[in-house]
Structures are given as C-alpha cells and as structure tokens.
C-alpha cells in the first residue's frame, strides 16, 4: 500500500501561482508513475500532469502546458505540482495517485491509477 496526502491548496487570484505537494509513505513509491488529477464540479476526473519514475518523462493535458509544471523528489517521497498563471477554469479538486503497474505514465484515465491522496481544493477567482 501507498498512502499520498497532498497539500497546498488554496484561494488565490487569476494570474497567481500556488505549489501543490504530494507526500507518499508505504511501499517502493520511487517505483510508481505518478499523476495530478483534477475534479471540477460535474465534470469528470482528469490527468492534468503525469511523470514517469524512470526516466523523469512528464505529460500534460494541452489545458495546462505551459503553465503546470510537474516535478518529484524521490529521495523526499514527494511530487510537486506548480501552477502558474492560474486561470479560474483551474478550479477544481486536485488529487495525487500512483499508478503501481507501471513506472512510466502509460495512461490518463483515472482508472489506471490504484493509490489516491484526499484532495485539496484549488480556487482561483476572477
């Protein structure tokens, strides 16, 4: 099992930036692709950043490239999320996972990743 919590959400303004950070304890977490996720609401959840273990290779849905960048510490056991020029379309649920098949990012569907952080709640306003 991994368990990932995830932190620094917050209220912030068009145009600001905030860092999201994703705390992973358990198993071999420097072993697992893992991905930002995010949930407004009544949409559906989506891969916004994904970064491999091995080779540090990152994808980013088009929404975000740019502006998003994706990044770990794998002797920390974190990944990172920073978020510049924050949009409010940008408001939503972000949530960290770990995709335990697979050391590089195979897939963007939520269904390929098994470990999830709660979520923390990003709010930009206009």
């Known amino acids: 099992q991994v368990q990932l919590v995830e932190s620094g959400g917050g209220l912030v303004q068009a145009g600001g930036s905030l860092r999201l950070s994703c705390a992973a304890s358990?198993?071999?977490?420097?072993?697992?692709?893992m991905g930002w996720f995010r949930q407004a609401p009544g949409k559906e959840r989506e891969l916004v950043a994904g970064i491999s273990w091995s080779n540090g290779s990152t994808y980013y849905a088009d929404s975000v490239k740019g502006r998003f960048t994706i990044s770990r510490d794998n002797a920390k056991n974190t990944v990172y999320l920073q978020m510049n020029s924050l949009k409010p379309e940008d408001t939503a649920v972000y949530y960290c996972?770990?995709?335990?098949?697979?050391?590089?990012?195979?897939?963007?569907?939520?269904?390929?990743?098994?470990?999830w952080g709660q979520g923390t709640q990003v709010t930009v306003s206009s």
């Open positions: 996972a770990a995709d335990r098949y697979s050391d590089y990012v195979r897939t963007t569907s939520r269904f390929g990743y098994a470990y």
């Open positions: 358990g198993r071999t977490f420097s072993r697992y692709a």
